[in-house]
């Protein structure tokens, strides 16, 4: 390496650096937004807080992503006649909202024809499941082998993983910057989330759903 090419690549760190930096309220911001609308119960409900998650180890220099997770409750209705304890709220589904900020490991393959392997995003997905655990992970938007064979653009935007056959977990994503204030987050995020989550049929419902809303498409079509 030349003396002009470290020089050229140290600044290049720099510069990124300087863009996180610059970001980083903003994406504060935006994360703190979206978690205080779904805790309102406003678009969901009742919700549990799953905790949350950050992509890489504690001795990175860098989380390259960060996920809040959430289920989503009915409450019984409660009988007139019989008394005691209230029941237990049922679990309709969980939420999974990841900032993608870039890949954890280089992309080897570069057949992989996915939108957000090449720019920072926001990742809004969902699975229609009872299992307690059962949610959206970081780690499943890495190109690796058993999540390349398994997420599948299901159209409009909309993207799926099946599970015997069947689309049951899903998701959309929206570069980052689309999102410039809370009047973008509650059109192009929240409302649309909140419409396919309730939907019997996610597939059937994204072409009008996500009508206008700009989601992140297969690099090839």
Avoid at 46 to 59: F, M, N, R, V
Avoid at 172 to 182: G, Q, V
Avoid at 204 to 212: D, R
């Amino acid at each position: 390496m030349t003396d002009a090419e470290i020089i050229e690549n140290s600044r290049r760190l720099f510069r990124s650096a300087e863009n996180l930096r610059r970001s980083a309220p903003d994406l504060s911001a935006l994360m703190d937004s979206l978690w205080e609308a779904v805790k309102s119960q406003e678009y969901f409900g009742p919700i549990e807080d799953l905790g949350d998650e950050g992509a890489g180890d504690e001795d990175d220099w860098l989380a390259t992503g960060y996920a809040y997770n959430a289920k989503v409750l009915r409450r019984p209705e409660l009988s007139p006649v019989k008394r005691g304890r209230p029941p237990k709220p049922i679990q309709l589904g969980t939420l999974t909202f990841i900032v993608r900020l870039c890949n954890i490991e280089e992309v080897e393959d570069k057949s992989v024809d996915w939108p957000w392997l090449d720019q920072a995003c926001l990742i809004l997905g969902w699975r229609a499941s009872d299992a307690p655990n059962d949610y959206w992970e970081i780690e499943n938007f890495e190109p690796k082998d058993e999540n390349v064979a398994s997420i599948a653009h299901a159209g409009s935007g909309l993207w799926a993983w099946p599970l015997n056959g069947k689309y049951y977990s899903y998701f959309f994503s929206i570069p980052i910057f689309a999102l410039r204030n809370e009047h973008d987050l509650k059109k192009y995020a929240l409302r649309p989330l909140k419409a396919l989550f309730d939907s019997e049929d996610p597939v059937a419902a994204a072409s009008e759903v996500l009508k206008h809303v700009p989601t992140m498409q297969p690099l090839t079509r």
